[in-house]
């Protein structure tokens, strides 16, 4: 069961599924510097006191004092904070602290612990730094391809982030997939060492190029397939095409012009998406099926104007230029659209246009309505 | 002596290595850099700290806490004394969850320019109170009686209405032959289609539970 049926077992609340409806200044705080770097990279055991007031009370906050900082020296943390000592203990400002001490990129780690004292409450912000990255090796890519893979990801000296790292591995893998590689495999690890440190390896295991056998287009029958494999984006012939690479990013964008060709064809329930895409055992081949499933062809039942318009309706439906009977066109309605704008701007009226579209699905036809307002 | 928790039974809870939530296969920072001894050095009650990072963006104890408070208020009324701890337990797992999940969710909106307007919060709020026949400030303070403030109500709404744009925008496009399907089929077809959209968007994306 989802977490959301998990507790959704537990009863209603009086705030019920929205479904329907859908359907339907404080102190002054600096941000953290990392300069000067201290020389010390074991982090701090002992407290360091970020602000102490006297007289706080039970309640209040007496000290605010740091544990951990090992490479950023305490003042730039301390600095960042807008808990202070000699204030009443505040949960949204602490939380808030710990927000902007994780924000500042240098921790991996914040706690905030209380302890009572007869002055008042001491909170201490413990801090757990990055580690530093001391090596970070790449192996398995080509020698040709190694320097542009070591500039995809960080570098010797810079903080580990495994976020980023997450990414960087995704842009490498993305890399070899955008030069026709498919099975790309890349994996890393991280060794801690002594000082706050680690050594990163990369281990990089591209697979073949794989060259596209076949491009096809499955569900066709309104449409030529002809007409829209020659919509698909080859560059030239050098990806997506028989005997070429596959791209994948490059074929998600041929899908979305598809589909609006199909909306440019009154075909508005028209759903295109890449059906299958087989490689072949051995890795260097790639089958490729383009999915289609057309609908109805839908006709505009009603086309009308209103609103502010500069020169009446009749005027906006002739330069709005489609009409009752034509077979939808978004293409042609935005370029009509574009064409009654540019004259309201000439007349200083209302500029801003929506098409509002009503659809009956049983009659296959849309009703167009163009509101002009200020 | 070592950090103790202000909440010790949602701590004892997310300490709990039954919590089911597995913390991303991907190295992090934390597992590679050395034992932590400053965390260690502290004393006193532990009041706040990171229970799960997404991204770059990190889900606290205090929210966490926040957000079972009403569920806990329930199980307390509702759950005999022998089986609360079992069910707190199971709240706080599929919260945390939740939580993730919501955040993986709001990242997304945030990349694809969605949002919630405060007018629509207020829209929904309006619509809420005519269909229970109560007017907004008796629909908050219900909700304040079960534990949830007006501003963490409306949260939820937000929650809730940007989930339907989600929905609508991205969910509903990738069902095949969604209009001609039932009410049941839909609702059905969409939950699995949120699963899977999730499990996407969680792999691509750093998740780490901190116990």
New interface residues.
């Given amino acids: 069961m989802s977490a959301r049926g998990r507790l959704a077992a537990l009863g209603p609340f009086v705030t019920p599924s929205l479904a329907l409806l859908v359907a339907c200044g404080g102190a002054a705080t600096k941000p953290i510097d990392a300069r000067p770097a201290a020389s010390s990279a074991s982090p701090a055991l002992a407290a360091t006191p970020c602000s102490t007031a006297e007289g706080g009370g039970p309640g209040g906050v007496a000290r605010v004092e740091l544990l951990g900082h090992a490479r950023v020296p305490a003042a730039s943390y301390c600095g960042a904070l807008r808990t202070r000592a000699g204030q009443p203990l505040d949960e949204a400002e602490i939380r808030r602290d710990v927000r902007e001490l994780w924000a500042s990129g240098f921790v991996d780690d914040v706690q905030v612990t209380k302890t009572p004292t007869p002055a008042g409450q001491v909170l201490t912000f413990v801090v757990r730094e990055r580690p530093r990255i001391r090596a970070l090796a790449v192996r398995g890519a080509e020698a040709d391809d190694a320097p542009r893979v070591r500039g995809l990801l960080a570098q010797s000296g810079d903080l580990l982030d495994p976020v980023g790292l997450r990414a960087q591995i995704a842009e490498v893998r993305a890399d070899y997939e955008r030069r026709g590689h498919r099975k790309v495999d890349v994996d890393w690890k991280i060794t801690p060492l002594a000082g706050g440190e680690v050594d990163v390896a990369i281990e990089i295991a591209p697979g073949p190029k794989a060259l596209v056998s076949a491009l096809r287009v499955e569900g066709v029958s309104k449409a030529r397939e002809a007409e829209l494999l020659a919509l698909v984006d080859t560059g030239q012939g050098k990806f997506n095409a028989v005997g070429a690479i596959y791209r994948e990013d490059r074929l998600e964008r041929t899908l979305l012009e598809l589909n609006a060709w199909y909306f440019d064809h009154g075909m508005i329930e028209a759903q295109v998406s890449l059906g299958a895409a087989t490689l072949s055992p051995d890795g260097a081949q790639i089958a490729l099926t383009i999915a289609v499933t057309e609908g109805p062809v839908y006709h505009l039942a009603e086309v009308k104007c209103r609103g502010d318009l500069a020169e009446g309706e009749p005027r906006c439906l002739e330069l709005l230029g489609v009409r009752k009977g034509d077979v939808f066109s978004r293409a042609a309605m935005l370029r009509g659209i574009d064409r009654v704008r540019e004259l309201q701007q000439k007349k200083g009226r209302g500029t801003v246009i929506t098409p509002e579209t009503t659809i009956d699905q049983a009659g296959h036809t849309v009703k167009l309505t163009l509101d002009v307002s200020r | 002596m070592r950090?103790r928790p202000?909440i010790p039974a949602l701590a004892a809870l997310l300490a709990s290595s039954s919590t089911g939530l597995a913390a991303t296969t991907?190295?992090?920072?934390?597992?590679?850099?050395?034992a932590?001894?400053?965390?260690a050095?502290?004393?006193?009650?532990?009041?706040?700290?990171?229970v799960a990072?997404v991204?770059?963006e990190?889900i606290?104890l205090?929210?966490l806490r926040d957000r079972a408070r009403?569920?806990f208020t329930?199980?307390a009324q509702?759950v005999a004394a022998d089986k609360r701890a079992e069910a707190e337990r199971?709240?706080v797992?599929?919260?945390l969850?939740?939580m993730i999940?919501e955040q993986l969710t709001r990242a997304e909106a945030d990349r694809l320019r969605l949002g919630v307007a405060t007018s629509e919060i207020d829209a929904?709020v309006a619509?809420?109170a005519q269909g229970?026949g109560v007017t907004p400030p008796q629909?908050y303070e219900?909700?304040r009686k079960?534990g949830?403030s007006k501003e963490e109500?409306r949260e939820?709404?937000r929650r809730?209405?940007l989930?339907?744009?989600l929905?609508?925008q991205i969910l509903r496009?990738r069902i095949?032959?969604y209009?001609a399907l039932s009410d049941a089929d839909r609702a059905a077809k969409m939950?699995e289609a949120r699963?899977a959209w999730l499990r996407e968007l969680r792999a691509?994306t750093?998740v780490?539970v901190?116990p």
């Fill in positions: 950090a202000l991907a190295p992090s920072a934390s597992s590679a850099a050395p932590p001894t400053a965390a050095a502290a004393t006193g009650v532990v009041i706040e700290r990171v990072v991204g770059r990190v606290l205090t929210e009403p569920y329930r199980i509702s199971e709240v797992r599929a919260l969850e939740q999940e929904a619509a809420l229970q629909l219900a909700a079960q949830m109500y939820e709404l809730q209405l989930d339907g744009k929905g609508q496009p095949k032959d209009a939950g699963g691509k750093y780490e901190r």
